[in-house]
């Protein structure tokens, strides 16, 4: 795992250590030094702690002018030892939204495992947002049965055209369009 970094590509465009409203504002980054773990496994020194125990991210877009932001994830998602939805929302997304931002883009295909508890923090995500949206790109199959499962699609975009994006390929605001096209033409129907 200590070889997976969060995606670089767009550190022209955005770098969140040196955006004022960050919640990693003026973070300094060792590259040499592994110390953030998930279950022992060393991970990159690139990846930011928010409060998991099992999960990482990285802040790589937020444009509060168009009121939107991406984050990468890593590891585990787990709401039922860890609360993770918890600390996401409290910690990150509700920094964002306080900005102006109501659509987030969760790039999700290192998330490994969900473990579910409950739909409250979801739900209230959903009302911050109602403006907005949330959607998650890159969700493996077993992943995305389990939010589904519970029905966390009535909270966030679990469209099937967007999860399967090859994001890498697009700059921010041109993945920010896609996504749109996507969401606007599902709402037609």
Not at 106 to 116: K, M, P, Q, R
Not at 129 to 150: A, C, D, P
């Amino acid at each position: 795992m200590h070889e997976i970094e969060p995606f670089y590509q767009w550190r022209d465009y955005y770098i969140s250590e040196e955006d004022r409203w960050s919640p990693y504002y003026r973070k300094q980054y060792d590259e040499f030094n592994f110390t953030n773990t998930i279950y022992n496994y060393l991970i990159h020194p690139q990846w930011d702690y928010f409060g998991s125990d099992t999960m990482f991210i990285k802040i790589l877009f937020a444009n509060y002018q168009d009121h939107y932001a991406i984050i990468e994830m890593i590891g585990e998602w787990n709401d039922c030892i860890g609360n993770d939805i918890m600390f996401l929302k409290r910690d990150i997304l509700d920094v964002f939204i306080e900005k102006g931002v109501y659509k987030f883009i969760l790039i999700a295909e290192n998330v490994l495992n969900f473990h579910y508890e409950m739909d409250d923090y979801y739900a209230e995500l959903h009302e911050d947002t109602e403006n907005g949206w949330i959607v998650m790109i890159g969700l493996h199959e077993h992943v995305l049965t389990e939010f589904k499962k519970y029905h966390l699609d009535n909270y966030i975009v679990l469209n099937e055209q967007i999860n399967d994006l090859p994001w890498r390929i697009y700059n921010p605001e041109t993945l920010i369009a896609e996504i749109e096209q996507i969401i606007e033409k599902n709402q037609a129907i």
